[in-house]
């Protein structure tokens, strides 16, 4: 069974990094594009960042000119790096990939991310 495995997350103080990264498990898909998606305390699940096989990226506002999402479609490794972190970013961080013509979400288990000081 495909899936995606994320890592890199932890507890970070307000205005740190981290890089988080996502590789697939087992067969690889064709994916038409991959991204991060976040649900933080209370909140629903939003879209962060993706990014597509032809290499367009798409952020949250929220996130613009913060974080930056790069990878390999082909390979079906995603890495989102986040700087200049706020407790708002505190949330577990999903990985996605869109399969190609049919349009069905792989997902990782998540992994979370706490800013604090």
């Known amino acids: 069974q495909v899936q995606l495995v994320e890592s890199g997350g932890g507890l970070v103080q307000p205005g740190g990094s981290l890089r988080l990264s996502c590789a697939a498990s087992?067969?690889?898909?064709?994916?038409?594009?991959m991204g991060w998606y976040r649900q933080g305390p209370g909140k629903e699940r939003e879209l962060v960042a993706s990014i597509s096989s032809g290499g367009i990226t798409n952020y949250v506002d929220s996130v613009k000119g913060r974080f930056t999402i790069s990878g390999d479609i082909a390979k079906n490794t995603v890495y989102l790096q986040m700087n200049s972190l706020k407790p708002d970013d505190t949330a577990v961080y999903y990985c996605?990939?869109?399969?190609?013509?049919?349009?069905?979400?792989?997902w990782g288990q998540g992994t979370l991310v706490t800013v604090s000081s």
């Open positions: 996605n990939g869109n399969v190609r013509l049919t349009y069905i979400d792989v």
């Open positions: 087992g067969k690889i898909f064709s994916f038409r594009s």
